[in-house]
């Protein structure tokens, strides 16, 4: 089944393919907080509890079909994750990697909301709660169950790695390279980033 993408203003668009294997998860990490504040968007990413509702996937299961050049990229440090988003509307887009050999990509709520109701009744219940931590307070457990979904999960991205299905991804030029260059933030800016995120 595919689902479609677009970000808050309708410039970027895009499809989820094979919707049914991607995972919902929250993450609750301050680095996500840092980049929703960057972009100023934070109240429309997270909820009370400081996490954030993305869908894991791969890669290969997403297409943009719209408004590419509204693509920028951005990254809290040298080495951080790739955080993409359009800079159209600042709508946070996904994480994935630096290494586009791992081809795991979360996918973020913001960039998911066609018509209401459809996140929901596409990606179901929560299943991986992640940087639990770091939540401002204490989120519910999750079923048992969540473990094999995200296990699932893992061996498809090694399965991509060996194959070489890695390679198709609209995140990145077909010798390795993200297709527009990553802004690292300055010094400054990552502390006032953070400084909002807490
Ligand atoms: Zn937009
Ligand atoms: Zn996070």
Redesign the pocket.
């Known amino acids: 089944m595919n689902y479609q993408l677009q970000c808050m203003c309708g410039s970027v668009r895009g499809l989820l393919s094979h919707a049914e294997n991607g995972i919902r998860g929250m993450?609750y990490?301050k680095?996500?907080r840092a980049y929703s504040c960057h972009l100023g968007i934070e109240s429309r990413t997270h909820d009370s509890l400081g996490g954030?509702d993305f869908v894991a996937a791969l890669g290969n299961q997403i297409s943009i079909t719209e408004g590419a050049q509204n693509i920028a990229c951005i990254s809290l440090s040298p080495n951080g994750l790739l955080r993409w988003y359009a800079k159209c509307c600042n709508t946070p887009i996904a994480g994935t990697p630096r290494n586009w050999k791992l081809p795991y990509v979360g996918l973020v709520r913001a960039f998911m909301e066609n018509e209401p109701g459809a996140y929901e009744s596409t990606f179901g219940d929560v299943k991986i709660r992640?940087?639990t931590s770091s939540a401002k307070q204490p989120p519910p457990a999750l079923a048992l169950k969540s473990f094999v979904s995200v296990a699932s999960l893992m061996s498809r991205v090694f399965a991509a790695t060996i194959r070489g299905s890695y390679k198709s991804t609209p995140f990145f030029h077909s010798g390795g390279e993200p297709v527009v260059l990553p802004t690292v933030l300055s010094k400054d800016e990552r502390v006032r980033a953070s400084a909002d995120a807490e």
Do not use: P, Q
């Open positions: 993450c990490c680095d996500c954030a992640a940087n």
